[in-house]
């Protein structure tokens, strides 16, 4: 009967630490502070990493999955959004909306969301770095501006 008050202690043990992450998760998510996300008025975004995007009546937080583009991306309000599109959106300004579009992850990383990483970019731009990425020697993004 020895050979179970181990496994029983470790449980234990285990549970504690997963209560105790669940109150500092829910103390983080109290003192973190939030704005309304742009594209949905019932949603607002957190300032800082780690995105969340919760709605504003039931601070009901969306599940985030990965797209067959390796983008994260979530469902709410009824439509799907990439989270790099709401963070740039919200927080990296765009000097040229009518024709940069598009964002960019500086670093190729497309689940390193953070402000400094991303950019607006054109399709043209953003065709010349997509194409540095390629299987002929590349390692990096070439930024090129045209």
């Not at 601070?59 to 469902?75: C, E, H, M, R, V």
């Not at 959106?89 to 024709?99: F, G, L, R, S």
Request: aromatic share 10%; proline share 3%; hydrophobic share 35%.
């Amino acid at each position: 009967m020895t050979i179970f008050e181990p496994i029983t202690a470790n449980i234990t043990i285990g549970i504690e630490a997963l209560e105790q992450l669940h109150i500092d998760w829910k103390e983080t998510q109290t003192q973190t502070e939030f704005v309304t996300l742009k594209v949905n008025n019932e949603f607002e975004i957190s300032t800082q990493e780690p995105w969340v995007i919760r709605r504003k009546e039931d601070g009901f937080i969306p599940k985030f999955s990965y797209t067959n583009n390796g983008y994260l991306q979530a469902a709410f309000g009824g439509q799907k959004y990439n989270l790099h599109r709401q963070v740039a959106d919200q927080y990296v300004a765009n000097d040229d909306p009518i024709t940069k579009t598009l964002i960019e992850h500086k670093n190729g990383v497309k689940t390193d969301n953070s402000i400094g990483n991303l950019r607006w970019t054109e399709t043209q731009t953003q065709f010349i770095t997509l194409k540095s990425h390629n299987n002929q020697g590349y390692r990096r993004p070439m930024f090129i501006e045209l």
